[in-house]
């Protein structure tokens, strides 16, 4: 299993990004993708999750409405857009999977909002 993740990205505050999640090694629709940060010196922070099988999703009230998780199937990815970007979305993204009891996680994404 492996799961590679998009490079990093700087923008300014108010700006939009989206960072991808290429997903192989097991059956992509059978397990549910999360997105997590980590902020500086902060511990992880669940963002939400995705069904590949039918795209439904689940968000933490932190970021509902200003984030959105959605996937192309075709290509085994599953992608985080991040809209009204704020000094404080400053982190490292991951995305993650457990298939069955093992969990994978991509190699995570800088993604620096700042002026």
């Known amino acids: 299993v492996q799961l590679v993740q998009s490079g990093a990205e700087l923008r300014n505050p108010g700006a939009s990004v989206k960072v991808s999640c290429k997903a192989s090694g097991y059956t992509f629709i059978n397990y549910y993708i999360d997105w997590v940060r980590q902020a500086p010196g902060q511990g992880l922070e669940w963002m939400g999750r995705i069904d590949p099988e039918d795209g439904s999703t689940n968000y933490a009230d932190s970021v509902k409405g200003r984030f959105t998780i959605s996937r192309d199937n075709a290509k085994n990815t599953v992608y985080l857009q991040m809209n009204s970007l704020k000094p404080e979305d400053t982190a490292v993204y991951y995305c993650?999977?457990?298939?069955?009891?093992?969990?994978?996680w991509g190699q995570g994404t800088q993604v620096t909002v700042s002026s």
């Open positions: 993650h999977v457990a298939v069955t009891v093992v969990h994978y």
